[in-house]
């Protein structure tokens, strides 16, 4: 099977302006996403999609194969889903899936890449997520975290970035699950996603997965174990970078 990761990045973030080329321990976090993913072994390439020529230097720079993409592109999906087709044309191959690994996960392992792809793989499901335990109740009541509620088969019932299932009804010990952004699609899901128009919880959410629920659709959710955490704000940075002083896989890499 052909199976490409693409990283999506752009400077333009309205909370964190130019957060991908932010420095993380002497490297743009977008580095570390890309070495990182690089080293999963279900991958046959990696490709970073940007809008920015800042971006696209850098990559290019280090070694990455970059697409430059349209920037019009609201959701990371349709960035990706245009490098996809630009690949494809490119290489003269047939991408089978594609999975968007988001550049503001500088931690991502590439183990959780393998998990999330496995699924896909094996015709289980035309997309995964991974989901992971919050460790805290500031973390689940963070509207930055995406939270999300299981059915008993492991597919996503529902995404908030309110704290759901709730807490206020006396019970306080609950599942507190988050949406970790390694995504794998089908190809030809990819693009009937992207051809679909938002649908109204995705925009009352601000979460890209409601549309797939919203039009009966299922996203299998696959739990990882690794600790990971996404840069949303300067602040996050701060502790991703502690986070990453205590992490081996940069030693592999820096």
């Known amino acids: 099977m052909n199976i490409i990761a693409i990283i999506p990045a752009r400077m333009a973030s309205s909370r964190f302006p130019g957060k991908p080329m932010a420095d993380v321990l002497g490297m743009p976090m977008i580095g570390h996403c ?20 800042e971006i696209f230097d850098y990559a290019t720079s280090i070694g990455a194969k970059a697409i430059m993409t349209s920037d019009k592109h609201e959701r990371a999906s349709d960035r990706c889903a245009e490098a996809m087709l630009k690949i494809e044309k490119e290489t003269g191959e047939r991408v089978d899936i594609m999975v968007l690994v988001q550049g503001d996960e500088p931690l991502t392992f590439p183990e959780m890449i393998d ?13 995964t997520n991974l989901v992971a335990d919050l460790e805290s109740v500031e973390e689940f009541e963070d509207p930055n975290e ?28 609950v599942p507190m699950k988050k949406q970790v952004c390694v995504i794998p699609f089908e190809r030809d899901f990819l693009l009937e996603y992207n051809a679909t128009p938002p649908t109204p919880l995705e925009i009352i ?7 797939i ?26 502790k991703v970078i502690e986070m990453m002083k205590r992490d081996k896989i940069k030693d592999k890499y820096l």
Do not use: C, H
Request: overall charge positive; aromatic content about 8%.
């Open 205 to 211: 959410e601000s979460v890209d997965m409601m549309r």
């Open 34 to 53: 890309y070495f990182r993913t690089k080293m999963s072994k279900s991958l046959n390439e990696v490709y970073i999609a940007t809008p920015d020529r």
């Open 213 to 238: 629920l919203e039009t009966g659709g299922k996203v299998k959710m696959v739990e990882t174990k690794y600790k990971t955490k996404a840069v949303d704000t300067k602040e996050d940075l701060e």
């Open 115 to 127: 998990e999330a792809i496995e699924p896909v793989k094996n015709g289980e499901a035309k997309i």
């Open 146 to 173: 995406v939270k999300v509620v299981l059915d008993q088969n492991n597919f996503a019932l529902y995404f908030s970035r309110e704290p759901i299932p709730s807490r206020k009804k006396g019970v306080l010990d």
